[in-house]
């Protein structure tokens, strides 16, 4: 069987105990999966998880190795069904789903509206997908998500699908990789009319990666005349890409004009307030505890890609399940190491100025002044305790290096931070969340 041929390429790949504690307890669904969607079922959520975030990816790539083509890598905690097919498209439907008139290309059904947790970084994205959503074809056609890898682009596009799914709408979900491999395929056997009667005929297209399209001529040729019918009927159009439509090298001029057409919407790097609710909430979903000094650590620590922290979390829970114990911060800091970057012996003062300034939106100039305004005080104070955190300065050289007359100032610059992490569990994360930003930026 293909998927057991894949799992014992994987078995060379990763270690043993991995392995037999997960991957082994997989089972591959041959009648349900395509050449463009590998079906796995897992024993439990924890497992499901796991898998897809860890070696999700791996799986795809193994696939791709094996039979020319990269499929999108499902694992469902329900036992095998048989697949159900559209008598038009020829569509998976989503699998448990009561509704065997509509067709998706698997949404994964905890990506929901309900379960995207909403911050000033993701604000505006998540209130124009939401009323797509309610009211597809009628507002924003096309809605354009771009941002940065891991803040919720897919989501949304999932939590569209999942809120029309349920609504018996005709919803496709696809990557543009998938897309491209699908008419490469469809080109090649000469059976694009099935290929233009699958994309044509639904009523709301998701596309995910649209980035990928640079330079691709005639996958783009065929986008644009998909995009024109879909528009035409009033049938709803929804993308997400890295970067801006405008930024996209090689991409037709009459295409990037139509992306434009509708709404075009980012995602910032989540506040850390918003990546401890996150955390939260992606806690709550997987059944897992966490103590607030923990999640903060995480927070903190952790970068602003969400699938990460969310393996992370995963992680977490199934080492302490291992080795019987609970998660105590010392345990999450020892499973976290191998994610964080070390150190640089080469991080400065000015290193440290340079990202305090920004984040907290004052001078480089004025922290190093005498000015005793509040907030550069206080910005001033962190930039000494980060000093001596992150540096071999001495408290006389920071001392000379912000121009006080002894070591005493510094010591009471460090006494009053160390204070405010003791008493303030917000603060204490922020000045984490600093302490990476700073060195993830001299590690780059």
Same mark, same amino acid.
């Given at each position: 069987m293909l998927g057991q041929q894949i799992l014992e390429l994987l078995k060379? *790949? /990763?270690p043993q105990i991995e392995y037999d504690r997960y991957i082994k307890q997989l089972r591959y669904d041959e009648e349900a999966s395509r050449s463009d969607i590998a079906i796995f079922y897992a024993p439990n959520p924890l497992i499901?998880?796991?898998?897809? =975030?860890?070696?999700?990816?791996?799986?795809?790539?193994?696939? *791709?190795i094996k039979t020319g083509v990269k499929p999108q890598v499902v694992v469902e905690i329900k036992s095998p069904k048989k697949k159900s097919v559209t008598s038009k498209g @020829? *569509? +998976?439907? *989503? /699998? @448990? =789903?009561s509704k065997p008139s509509s067709k998706? =290309? /698997? +949404? #994964?059904?905890?990506? =929901?509206? $309900?379960?995207?947790v909403v911050g000033s970084s993701n604000q505006f994205a998540y209130t124009a997908a939401q009323r797509v959503a309610e009211k597809p074809g009628e507002l924003y056609n096309p809605l354009f998500i771009y941002g940065g890898a891991g803040l919720g682009k897919t989501h949304l596009l999932h939590a569209? @699908? #999942?809120?029309n799914l349920a609504r018996g709408r005709q919803v496709i979900f696809t990557s543009l990789e998938q897309f491209m491999n699908q008419f490469t395929h469809h080109l090649r056997n000469h059976t694009m009319d099935r290929f233009r009667d699958k994309y044509?005929?639904?009523?709301?297209?998701?596309?995910?990666?649209?980035?990928f399209l640079s330079r691709k001529e005639e996958t783009q040729k065929e986008l644009f005349h998909t995009f024109n019918e879909l528009h035409g009927a009033g049938k709803q159009i929804v993308m997400t890409s890295d970067q801006h439509p405008k930024k996209i090298a090689g991409l037709e001029e009459r295409l990037r004009s139509r992306f434009e057409? @509708?709404?075009i919407v980012d995602i910032q790097p989540p506040e850390l307030e918003t990546k401890i609710a996150i955390i939260k909430?992606?806690? $709550?979903?997987n059944g897992i505890h966490l103590d607030n000094d923990i999640v903060n650590y995480i927070a903190a620590n952790m970068g602003n890609n969400i699938r990460e922290i969310e393996g992370i979390i995963i992680q977490l829970n199934a080492f302490a399940n291992m080795m019987n114990q609970n998660i105590t911060l010392d345990f999450a800091k020892n499973v976290v190491k191998n994610q964080l970057k070390e150190r640089s012996e080469n991080i400065t003062i000015d290193d440290i100025v340079k990202v305090v300034s920004k984040e907290l939106n004052v001078k480089p100039s004025e922290i190093k002044s005498k000015s005793r305004s509040k907030n550069i005080v206080a910005a001033r104070r962190i930039v000494i305790y980060l000093a001596r955190s992150l540096t071999p300065n001495s408290m006389p050289s920071l001392a000379q290096y912000f121009g006080m007359k002894d070591h005493t100032a510094v010591s009471h610059a460090m006494k009053k931070i160390n204070e405010m992490i003791d008493s303030d569990e917000t603060f204490k994360a922020k000045i984490e969340e600093l302490s990476h930003k700073i060195t993830s930026a001299t590690n780059e």
């Open positions: 060379q *790949e /990763i499901a998880r796991w898998v897809k =975030t860890r070696y999700g990816e791996k799986i795809s790539h193994l696939f *791709e @020829g *569509e +998976l439907s *989503e /699998i @448990g =789903t998706s =290309t /698997i +949404l #994964n059904p905890s990506y =929901t509206f $309900e379960s995207f569209i @699908g #999942n809120f044509r005929s639904c009523d709301i297209l998701l596309l995910d990666d649209i980035q057409w @509708g709404l909430k992606k806690c $709550e979903l």
